[in-house]
């Protein structure tokens, strides 16, 4: 596919003023035409917090629709937090993929397009593609700090943890990791993707910005704890990044690592699935950690599932039903903070 013209303008019009004092609470307008609404618009919500020169944060959730923690830490945030708490700006939109999210999908049910497999984007391609150039080109250049909800949604649960990735540039992975350790979730993990082609993670990190992730819980729902967890850190992160007046809280966590792809379990098989250890368990290389039963008939000896390595049960397969190539299982080994140099 042929890449857009980088002069081609983003369809996409806010209806605030990035450079203005004060709160405001406002739209990205995308023209959207359909069937019920021939010069329609999609609008996706932001909010815009600025006190005088100083940092800016851009704070995202929703970038899978199906995943809350972040989407009410961001409202809230939003709806609280006062311009005479702060030096410098905040740009929130709590649902990026405001389609999917109002869908209570992982991907948008205009297109089917998974935002975070979506980026850079296109001006000028779908939906999906038009609000990832909107980020990439328009909101990304004017953060220095960058934090992006995520959670398991529908089909995988997590220890909640924060997580940054590992990069060429130390200075710029170092930057990250001491902001995973502001945000103080119980679990802090060092983490590498499956394939992180088309990710937001990727566009910003490229971008040489200070990129902050989560994986706080899953099951596409939220508890009282992961909604916790997400509000205190978020605050956290602000006052890292010199954002919000007062210090950072710091809590215990713990650090993890996902050392290679190995850490991944897929299933082979299609059936029941049985957990044989929960979240958080340690395991030892070779454990029994599943088992998956063949539904379509009886006295059928359920396919094992081992571990491939020594750690602990960081993610796991969420439905009671499970497909093959679906990820069963994510082993993390417990680990040393990450160095500050």
């Given at each position: 596919m042929l890449s857009s013209p980088p002069s081609r303008p983003s369809p996409i019009t806010p209806t605030v003023d990035l450079d203005r004092d004060g709160v405001q609470h406002g739209h990205l307008r995308l023209p959207w035409s359909r069937d019920d609404s021939a010069w329609g618009s999609l609008m996706l919500p932001i909010c815009v917090i600025r006190n005088g020169n100083g940092p800016t944060a851009l704070l995202t959730g929703g970038n899978h629709g199906d995943e809350y923690e972040g989407p009410v830490a961001l409202y809230d945030l939003a709806a609280n937090l006062k311009p005479a708490e702060i030096n410098g700006r905040v740009i929130i939109v709590p649902?990026?993929?405001?389609?999917?999210?109002?869908?209570?999908?992982?991907?948008?049910?205009?297109?089917?397009?998974?935002?975070?497999?979506?980026?850079?984007?296109?001006?000028?391609?779908?939906?999906?593609?038009?609000?990832?150039?909107?980020?990439?080109?328009?909101?990304?250049?004017?953060?220095?700090?960058?934090?992006?909800?995520?959670?398991?949604?529908?089909?995988?649960?997590?220890?909640?943890?924060?997580?940054?990735?590992?990069?060429?540039?130390?200075?710029?992975?170092?930057q990250c990791f001491a902001a995973v350790k502001a945000f103080s979730a119980p679990f802090s993990m060092r983490m590498i993707e499956i394939d992180a082609v088309g990710m937001y993670d990727t566009t910003a990190e490229e971008a040489g910005k200070v990129f902050v992730t989560t994986e706080l819980s899953g099951g596409g729902t939220i508890s009282a704890r992961s909604a916790a967890i997400a509000k205190r850190g978020i605050r956290n992160l602000l006052r890292h990044a010199g954002i919000l007046h007062g210090d950072v809280e710091y809590s215990p966590t713990t650090w993890l690592d996902m050392p290679s792809q190995e850490c991944f379990g897929f299933a082979d098989t299609e059936g029941l699935l049985e957990p044989l250890v929960d979240l958080g368990a340690e395991i030892r290389k070779g454990d029994l950690i599943a088992r998956v039963h063949n539904v379509a008939c009886t006295g059928v000896a359920p396919q094992e599932y081992r571990a491939a390595l020594d750690g602990i049960l960081a993610a796991r397969h969420f439905p009671g039903l499970i497909k093959m190539g679906d990820c069963l299982s994510v082993i993390a080994t417990i680990s040393e903070e990450p160095s500050s140099s």
């Open positions: 649902a990026m993929n405001f389609p999917a999210f109002m869908a209570g999908t992982r991907t948008s049910p205009i297109d089917k397009g998974n935002l975070n497999r979506s980026f850079p984007g296109r001006p000028d391609g779908t939906v999906t593609e038009k609000i990832a150039d909107y980020f990439t080109r328009y909101l990304l250049p004017t953060a220095d700090i960058v934090m992006d909800f995520h959670s398991g949604g529908r089909t995988l649960d997590f220890l909640p943890y924060a997580a940054a990735h590992a990069m060429p540039d130390a200075t710029q992975e170092a």
